[in-house]
T-cell receptor
Framework: AQSVTQLGSHVSVSEGALVLLRCNYS??????LFWYVQYPNQGLQLLLK??????LVKGINGFEAEFKKSETSFHLTKPSAHMSDAAEYFC?????????FGTGTRLKVLA | DAMVIQNPRYQVTQFGKPVTLSCSQT?????MYWYQQKSSQAPKLLFH???????NEADTPDNFQSRRPNTSFCFLDIRSPGLGDAAMYLC?????????????FGPGTRLLVL
């Protein structure tokens, strides 16, 4: 069965520091993978999506993620954190009519 | 801009009093989903519609019902809300529901049960 595991339910970084949010997937077939961001009391917004066209995926707001089959990982990174990046981030894989969510990582950005 | 709209953004109801949440979309997508999201948890799928075909998740309580009168609108009915039903309810859409598609989420309705 497909699944994703997010390591670290809470991550804190200083403003201007590198953001690294970890996601590992489990799938017997090449997966489709997504990163979503959720700001407080808001819906989920797509950051980026992996569809096997390229292993390095660039998304919105300066985020990117690299698909590494050998490590079964799809970690999300941003070179320099901004206060506005504070939010909940979900790594997601998909099946037909179904999203399989990770447990989420809450990112805190320290001034 | 094409989008998913949810009304109201905040809804307060009383224990046991039926409540309806609404979702509309301008994306003309075939599939509409309803999720329940409790505090600090990932969204949990309640059900989805493909066009007019309704598909319930196995563990969705009978207290939750849905209607989709046309392509654009979908409603979530909670027949007798309990305190445990207080949550954020998210509506989402996708074009055909295949595993490579993006789901587009609305802003959510936060339900408070008194």
């Amino acid at each position: 069965a497909q699944s994703v595991t997010q390591l670290g339910s809470h991550v804190s970084v200083s403003e201007g520091a590198l953001v690294l949010l970890r996601c590992n997937y489990s799938s017997s077939v090449p997966p489709y993978l997504f990163w979503y961001v959720q700001y407080p009391n808001q819906g989920l917004q797509l950051l980026l999506k992996y569809t096997s066209a390229a292993t390095l995926v660039k998304g919105i707001n300066g985020f990117e993620a690299e698909f590494k089959k050998s490590e079964t990982s799809f970690h999300l990174t941003k070179p320099s954190a901004h206060m506005s990046d504070a939010a909940e981030y979900f790594c997601v894989t998909s099946g037909t009519y179904k999203y399989i969510f990770g447990t989420g990582t809450r990112l805190k950005v320290l001034a | 801009d094409a989008m998913v709209i949810q009304n109201p953004r905040y809804q307060v109801t009383q224990f046991g009093k039926p409540v309806t949440l609404s979702c509309s979309q301008t994306l003309n997508h075939n599939v509409m989903y309803w999720y329940q999201q409790k505090s600090s948890q990932a969204p949990k799928l309640l059900f989805h519609y493909y066009d007019k075909d309704f598909n319930n998740e196995a563990d969705t309580p009978d207290n939750f019902q849905s209607r989709r009168p046309n392509t654009s609108f979908c409603f979530l009915d909670i027949r007798s809300p309990g305190l445990g039903d207080a949550a954020m309810y998210l509506c989402a859409t996708s074009r055909e529901g295949t595993n490579q598609e993006t789901q587009y989420f609305g802003p959510g309705t936060r339900l408070l049960v008194l």
